[in-house]
């Protein structure tokens, strides 16, 4: 039983609404759309959730607000809007590039570490210096 909305019971909520929600009773599936809770705003005594609902792309690929900025905006941070998806290094540990923050000056691209999946923020000369280049076959 929950007596007051604090942090913990937001994050409980925030699990049981994305569980319900992956369940797609409701049919999310067959519109072609992905829900997923995001943040929430609470006092003691209620919360409110964000909601994104994202289109699925034929191949399956789930174009969020972040993917979308991360494409439209990865020349001016000096990548390709194909570079999404790829491995790149910063202090030893493997990220891949999962979206982008055009208003984050300073980190404007986000990276989900390859152990975890936690994404975090990074400066874009870091993911430049640290893309993982594909191997070359010697032939």
């Known amino acids: 039983m929950i007596g007051e909305i604090d942090r913990h019971a937001c994050r409980l909520l925030k699990a049981k609404l994305q569980a319900a929600l992956d369940l797609d009773n409701l049919g ?9 809770v995001g943040s929430a705003r609470f006092s003691s005594s209620s919360a409110t959730f964000k909601v994104e609902v ?5 191949d399956g690929t789930v ?12 020349q001016l941070w000096g990548l390709q809007p194909d570079d999404f998806g790829r491995t790149f290094r910063s202090r030893g540990i493997a ?22 999946g936690k994404v975090f923020k990074f400066p874009a000369d870091v993911v430049r210096d640290g893309i993982i280049q594909p191997s ?4």
């Open 28 to 36: 999310f599936k067959e519109l072609g759309v992905d829900v997923q």
């Open 54 to 58: 994202s289109i699925v792309a034929a």
């Open 63 to 74: 174009e969020t607000k972040t993917v979308s900025d991360f494409k439209r905006c990865a």
């Open 95 to 116: 990220y891949e590039i999962c979206g982008g923050k055009p208003g984050s000056y300073k980190y404007p691209i986000l990276g989900k570490r390859v152990p975890d």
């Open 136 to 139: 070359v076959g010697k032939g």
